[in-house]
């Protein structure tokens, strides 16, 4: 890929990130050499920092993406305790799921941990992208098992 060509994609990447209303990119710094699209700098949340990654994803004539953003979350979100964090990804789950299945969530400085099992990939996705969105949370490892 010419230099030419990194520059153009640079630019359709930052503009698609500026104007999706689901990304704070502010502070979202983009590159790209090669082909390959480099994703820095801080957003507000986990959600934020996947829909980032997904977006570069979308780009016609990537090669690949390289996602080293840190999630920071804005105003009182950071200042959430642990135990407040997943009293709300707890009620998160209640709503969001789980009739058929057995899921539950510990956090860990801002890290939730799904444990459990559902009948169904979807539910497993289902359950990951409920605490995805929950404020506080910086990162999401899903260890829910598929019960079939």
């Known amino acids: 890929m010419t230099k030419r060509n990194d520059q153009l994609l640079r ?7 500026d104007a999706d209303p689901r990304i704070d990119a502010f502070e979202v710094r983009t590159d790209v050499r090669d082909g390959v699209v480099y994703l820095s700098g ?10 980032a990654v997904a977006t570069a994803l979308r ?11 840190v999630v920071r979350p804005y105003g009182d979100d950071w200042r959430l ?3 407040e ?23 860990d400085h801002h890290v939730a941990t799904l444990t459990g099992s559902v009948p169904t990939e979807r539910e497993r996705a289902e359950v990951r992208h409920a605490v995805e969105f929950t404020p506080g949370v910086d990162f999401v490892e899903n260890e829910i098992r598929v019960a079939r």
């Open 59 to 69: 780009m016609a004539d990537i090669r690949g993406v390289e996602n080293d953003l």
């Open 85 to 107: 964090t997943a009293d709300e990804a707890r009620r998160r789950l209640g709503v969001a799921l789980v009739e058929s299945g057995d899921a539950d969530v510990t956090i």
């Open 42 to 51: 801080l957003v507000g949340s986990y959600a934020e920092r996947l829909e």
């Open 81 to 83: 305790t642990d135990a």
């Open 11 to 17: 630019s359709r990447i930052r503009e698609t990130l």
